[in-house]
């Protein structure tokens, strides 16, 4: 069975930096992409960025160019995601998916963590 | 960017009921939408994906249909686990989008 599991979300400061892991199993890692979507409380759905099979190449939204990063490490089936510069508007439930093979639909979706960008 | 717009924003229907949903994108995506289900605290889940295909596991009574900017997600019977959020999301460009959610609620 696919799992994944985020974590690392928590309170943080405007300006501040955080880093969300996503645990994964059940499934060849290295062979898949993965991606990022997060939603606002009450809001809706919003992708973040993706990064294909073997890390080969990465997307952003425009609106999160230059100040998040995916990366990935195969040796540990875990997903990143380095947030800096974080603002209140991104605050929001940050979920990590797997992406259906040969396609960019999210497939397997961990429950999200929580990143609260407060004074 | 491609925009999809969800219409209508809330549906109020009856358990036994028909569920129409529509989907409109800014610019021709061909047939690149999926349609996910969310319910309160919940993440989502695929429904539909190339606009007419069902994911692994879902139902029948879920079916879609649609190209270029057109699509309708549709549900022939409402189940009382149906009532939820959906949401389409196309793979045509970068970046990928999704719409502002239709919530079929009980009526």
């Known amino acids: 069975e696919v799992q994944v599991v985020e974590s690392g979300g928590g309170l943080v400061q405007p300006g501040g930096s955080l880093r969300l892991s996503c645990d994964a199993s059940?499934?060849?890692?290295?062979?898949?992409?993965l991606s990022w979507v997060r939603q606002a409380p009450g809001q809706g759905l919003e992708w973040v960025s993706i990064?294909?099979?073997?890390?080969?190449?990465?997307q952003y939204a425009d609106s999160l160019k230059g100040r998040f990063t995916i990366s990935r490490d195969d040796s540990k089936n875990t997903l990143y995601l380095e947030m800096k510069s974080l603002r209140v508007e991104d605050t929001a439930v940050y979920y990590c998916?797997?992406?259906?093979?040969?396609?960019?639909?999210?497939?397997?979706w961990g429950q999200g963590t929580l990143v609260t960008v407060s004074s | 960017e491609i925009v999809l717009t969800q219409s209508p924003a809330t549906l109020s229907l009856s358990p036994g009921e028909r569920a129409t949903l529509s989907c409109r994108a800014s610019?021709?995506?061909?047939?690149?939408l999926a349609w996910y289900q969310q319910k309160p605290g919940q993440a989502p889940r695929l429904l539909i994906y190339?606009?007419?295909y069902r994911a692994t596991g879902i139902p029948a009574r879920f079916s879609g249909r649609g190209s270029g900017t057109d699509f309708t997600l549709t549900i022939s019977s409402l189940e009382p686990e149906d009532f939820a959020v959906y949401y389409c999301?196309?793979?045509?460009?970068?970046?990928?989008?999704f719409g502002g959610g239709t919530k079929v609620e009980i009526k």
């Open positions: 190339d606009s007419s």
């Open positions: 999301q196309h793979r045509s460009s970068w970046p990928l989008t």
């Open positions: 610019q021709s995506i061909g047939g690149y």
């Open positions: 059940g499934f060849t890692f290295s062979n898949a992409a």
């Open positions: 990064i294909s099979e073997y890390g080969g190449s990465t």
């Open positions: 998916a797997t992406v259906m093979s040969g396609t960019w639909w999210f497939d397997a």
